[in-house]
């Protein structure tokens, strides 16, 4: 069964959540494979390369240079990003 919207949501708001997506985030600007940072990470086995960021909340993140080609970003919030 797939994830709901507010289980993608909440695994970011989790320390752990928190503590990768800003390791995602500077792996991306230095065009680092950072698939590897989310594996074991809660519904990542839900997107085939492993690149899920689905939910994340990515506002006013500094993603300037930063490789996200082929993530799954639906529902993420780049507001300002």
Do not use: C, H, S
Request: without cysteine; aromatic residues 8%; charged residues 35%.
């Amino acid at each position: 069964m797939a994830a709901t919207w507010e289980q993608l949501k909440a695994r970011w708001q989790t320390d752990d959540g928190k503590e990768r997506l800003a390791k995602v985030i500077e792996a991306a600007k230095k065009g680092e494979d950072w698939a590897a940072i989310l594996e074991g990470f809660p519904f990542v086995e839900e997107v085939e390369n492993g690149r899920d960021l689905r939910m994340a909340d990515l506002r006013r993140a500094m993603l300037f240079r930063a490789d996200l080609r082929r993530a799954d970003l639906k529902g993420a919030n780049l507001m300002g990003a």
